[in-house]
Structures are given as structure tokens and as C-alpha cells.
């Protein structure tokens, strides 16, 4: 069976967010800020065209808003989480195979469907999207997740929607896009690539992946095969965006034990703080989700709920609080979960947002105490790295963990934890 997937995008969605309850806004530029007004971290079309750059400090463009040449808004994460969920919620209409990438993306599973009717539809959802829940969207189409990612950039700069299973359109498609814009590539390993020749998707494509394999790594090599339509990724093992981090898990039977969904979600948003602050990063806010089977489609349930952070962090206890805050709120006693994910948004500079809090001070908290919140985690990760991974952890993940996977075979972490070194046996 030929697989299809969609990829769909929001269009500007924290501005859309704000738009749709304004009317009076339809053809204003709006950008929203991020927490404690600090830059923009959202801009509709019309702010675009204006020239106001992701990540502008709102001071720089203060005269613009004072003039009314464009309308300001601080970050609403509880609504934009609600949005969100609205916009999940109705694409499980069309298919089971919903799987939320991030706050404003979501990967569609069509794999069956028949070739003739995707164009009509991808017009369907979009146009039915936009009337149930007042957000534009985007959606692109492809055989791999990578070709949908690829289509839903180019959705963006048409009607909205774009199939790339005709293999003349793709070859275009890939020709028109640079190679610091393909996915799982961007500024770190753009340099690079252009210095061996590659300068659009299509160079790329065209490579021998074993080659790409040795002298990068077996993520690149899975690109390279899927621009040329052969599957390789799934939601497991797509390149994250640099905005998000997510961490997310099916778990081996689905459950609504409240105590295992609650020590997952615990994990997760630990998990999640250490590679933020691995990183150099700290998030503005906190997205959790939950989801029964795909297959079950008499009690298919689909959750997920945001809140933002007064100052961004990446301090597990706060995170985790946080999380299991919006479970409480999202979790019911029926349902059967098979899947939970966390998501950290909008990720900013540390040591950035750590000198706007110092010097106006945001957090409220003496300085004592801010210096033993980082020391704290600095020794958690310094020991975890040291002793292996799981070493020190919070209660709120439990100890026996009975959601996770069974391991049964697994191998010992031969050079990651000391108890479990190989043992030299004398003759």
C-alpha cells in the first residue's frame, strides 16, 4: 500500500489567535510579544509586509504600535492552547492518523487514499478548518513526511493547499528550495552542505545517501531517501523544529490509570528540561497532550492544553508542575489513552532572558534563591551524565514506571552506568 501524508500548518497562528476575536482587525498588521512584552515572537501577513522581523525587540517597533500602524498584543497561551486543540480536534474527521508535531502543526496519515481525490480533499479540510475554527491553515501532501513538509511550504505561497505525487512538480519543487530551508538541515549544517555543492533540494536528492551517510549521519541519509519518495521517518524520528522540544510516548497497552499517565507526563517534561538546558534554552510555555488508539474510532479522544511561564525556564520542578497541572485539567475517567506527549514552546536564549530578568527583575525571587534553582540543576544533570541517565530523578515519575515499554532484552548501558559494567570472569 502506497503510503500519503499531509502536513498542516497554521498560518501565523498566535496572531491568528488574536485576529479572529477582532474583527475590526481583519487587514491590520498584528504581531504578538513575547512574556513581559520582551520581543515578537508572532506576526500576521500584513505585520510581514511592514518588514517587522521575527524576534524584534518590541521597543524598536513602539512608535509603530503608539501610531496605530500596527496593533500589539503580550502572548495568551491559554488561549492559543485552546485554539490549538480546536484545530486537532477537527482533523480527526477526515482521518485517525492525527499526530500533533506542535502547537500549530499537526501530521495527517491518508495512506490508502486514492491518488485522484487529494486536491479535493485537501480543499475540504482546509476550507472546513478555517469555518469550524476561524484559523487559516495550510496543507501539503506528499508520498514521505518530508515531501508533505516540502508541499506545505509551498501551500503556504499559493491557495493553501499542494500535492507533490507527480514526479515533474516534485523535481520542481525540490529545485526551487534552498538547502538551509530543507528539513532536519537549517543554519547549522547548511555551511557545509553549500561548501560540497549542495545548494538546493534537489542537489541533495540526487546524492548517493551511503555517501551522505558517511560523511554526516544516517538522519541525513533518511532525507535523501525521502525526497525521492521511499519512507523512512515516522513521528518518532522527525527532525524537531527549533522553536519546540517534544517529547512524547505510546505506550505498550493504552491506560487511564491516572498515577502512570501522571509519572509519564512527570518523565517527559523532565526529559524535556534537561535537553533545553543542554541547549542553552529556556521555554515560554508548556503543551500537554493526550490521545487514545488511532483505530478505536467509537471512542477516539483527542486532548491537549498550554500554559505559559511569567518568566521562560527550563527548571524541571516548575515544568513539572506545570504538566501535571494541565492533566488534571485534559484527563477523564473513561477514555483509554494510548499516547501522551509534552511539548516546550517557544524556546528563547538563556543567558538572554536570564539579564532581562536580573535587570528588571521579572521573577520576583532574591537573588539567593534564583543562583539555588540553577545550582540545583546544574548538579542533577552534572550527576546524570556522570552516573547515567535516570540516576537522580523526581518523584512525580514514579519508580516502577509500569507504562513504559517492556525491555526485556535489552542490553546492559555498558559505558553509561556503573552497575551494569561488564563483569571479567577468571578461568
Known sequence: ?????????CNSFFASCEKLFRPDLRDKPVVVLSNNDGVVVARSPEAKRLGIPMGEAYFKIKRLAEHGQVVVFSSNYRLYGDMSNRVMMALQRWTPGVEVYSIDEAFLDFTG????????LLREITTTVRKWTGIPVSLGCGPTMTLAKVANDLAKKRDGTCTLLDPVLRADALAALEIGDVWGIGRRLAPRMFKLG????????????????KNFSVVQEQLVREL???????????PVPRKNIQVSRSFPEATNDYRALSEAVSTFAAKACEKARSE???AAAVYVHLNTSWYKNDSRVSEGKMCGFEIPTSNSPEVIRATLALLREIYREGPLYKKASVMLLNLQDAKAVKSQGMLFDLDNKPPAERSRDEQLMESLD???????????????????QKWRS????????????????????AR
Open 280 to 282: 542553552g534554552t529556556v
Open 113 to 120: 487514499l486514492e491518488s485522484g481525490s487529494v486536491d479535493s
Open 406 to 425: 517492556a525491555s526485556e532484552h535489552c542490553s546492559p548501558n555498558y559505558t553509561l552506568n556503573f552497575a551494569e559494567l561488564p563483569i571479567v570472569k
Open 198 to 213: 549542495f545548494r538546493t533540494a534537489q542537489d541533495l536528492a540526487a546524492a548517493d545517501p551511503l555517501w551522505i551517510r
Open 382 to 400: 552534572r550527576i546524570n551524565q556522570t552516573f547515567g541517565k535516570g540516576t537522580v530523578f523526581f518523584s512525580s515519575q514514579g519508580v516502577n
Open 1 to 9: 500500500m502506497n503510503r500519503l501524508y499531509g502536513l498542516l500548518d
Open 228 to 238: 525521492n519518495g521511499e519512507h523512512c521517518l515516522d513521528i518518532a524520528t522527525i
